[in-house]
């Protein structure tokens, strides 16, 4: 497989295909209709994504020597599967409406509930569902890694690397909600829950994982490749998100413009907002963010606060740098020339996205 963008649109498509197939093998048949809502509420979560996380996994396996198997789109494919996960499970304790542009997980059951006049809270129902079906994806993605059909050995090799992947993302997401009940924080404790919930999982251990699928073992250039290209690239995408979750186009994005500022998030575009921000600014961001009610205006005075202390364009900034410094780390990494133009082009992709 080439580098160039059709090729990568093919990894999509062998991607979409494996979890295609992985899928309909787990729940009854269509026509079940009590557990249909939920084979439909995990085909629509599946169904979109950029496919960066397989992505990165694909080429490190390549980088290492792996050949173009079909059994590496399996197992690149199950981290769809724990990102799916992560999101239904994000969604509920932030109460987020929507993803994707369409009612989140959590909504979907809740408006089943509702539409149906069952008993008791629609709301609890809906939130118990999604959490259900979280889990559900989470034990999916598990099943879909062991049962890729890659050699027995590479698994064995690489599984230290997976299990520790998915303990960070937990981590992540508690030191998240952590970091929201204190209420104030710095940019580095919003860098680590950064790292935690999305920056390792989305580069460093995808890329780790392939690498060691592909050579049986952590080489320490491997480690250190995963170190200073992945962990660049995996801050430079967190913060990529953090500037979409305030200034991003709901039509790209999926969700209603300023969402992060209505759920409160502590993210390094709001530290850094408030540690540069004058008394009263500061004060305004306290008082705005996190308010479920917050309207067009209320967003339009916190992105005109976030700009005017200069945080944007310096984390616009820091993106340039770390993505600068894991593609010249990455220039000298033993690599097969395929995957280094390809984990190039993944770095400006991950980094300079619109969604």
């Not at 580095?188 to 460093?204: H, I, P, W």
């Not at 500037?243 to 709001?270: C, N, S, W």
Request: aromatic share 6%.
């Amino acid at each position: 497989m080439t580098t160039d963008a059709a090729s990568l649109d093919a990894l999509r498509t062998e991607v979409d295909a494996a979890l295609r197939k992985f899928v309909e093998r787990q729940l009854p048949a269509p026509g079940d209709t009590e557990l249909e809502p939920l084979r439909a509420a995990a085909d629509d979560l599946l169904s979109g994504g950029k496919r960066l996380r397989p992505a990165f996994c694909y080429w490190g396996w390549r980088g290492a020597g792996g050949t173009d198997v079909p059994e590496i789109f399996t197992a690149a494919a199950s981290l769809e599967l724990l990102q799916a996960s992560a999101l239904v499970h994000d969604d509920v304790m932030d109460r987020s409406d929507l993803r994707r542009g369409m009612p989140s997980a959590h909504r979907r059951f809740q408006a089943i509930h509702e539409k149906s006049g069952w008993h008791g809270s629609a709301e609890q129902f809906g939130e118990g569902a999604a959490i259900l079906l979280g889990n559900l994806l989470l034990i999916w993605s598990g099943e879909m890694w062991r049962s890729s059909g890659l050699p027995p050995e590479s698994l064995a090799a690489a599984q230290p690397v997976h299990d520790h992947m998915r303990t960070e993302l937990m981590c992540g997401q508690y030191l998240d909600l952590l970091e929201q009940a204190h209420g104030e924080n710095t940019f580095e404790s919003a860098l680590r829950v950064a790292l935690f919930k999305s920056g390792k999982y989305s580069v460093e251990q995808p890329l780790r994982l392939g690498l060691v699928l592909a050579a049986g073992r952590l080489a320490p250039w491997m480690d250190e490749l995963c170190m200073e290209y992945g962990r660049r690239v995996g801050i430079a995408f967190q913060l990529r998100d953090d500037i979409l979750g305030v200034f991003g186009d709901p039509a790209q994005t999926g969700k209603p413009a300023g969402d992060d500022l209505r759920e409160g998030k502590r993210t390094m575009l709001v530290a850094r907002t408030l540690a540069a921000a004058s008394p009263g600014d500061a004060e305004t961001v306290r008082a705005l963010l996190g308010d479920p009610g917050l309207d067009e205006h209320g967003v339009s005075v916190l992105r005109g606060i976030i700009e005017g202390t200069g945080a944007l364009r310096e984390c616009e900034d820091m993106i340039g740098d770390y993505l600068g410094e894991a593609l010249t780390f990455l220039g000298k990494a033993p690599i097969t020339p395929e995957a280094r133009a390809a984990l190039s082009s993944l770095a400006v992709a991950a980094t300079s996205r619109t969604t």
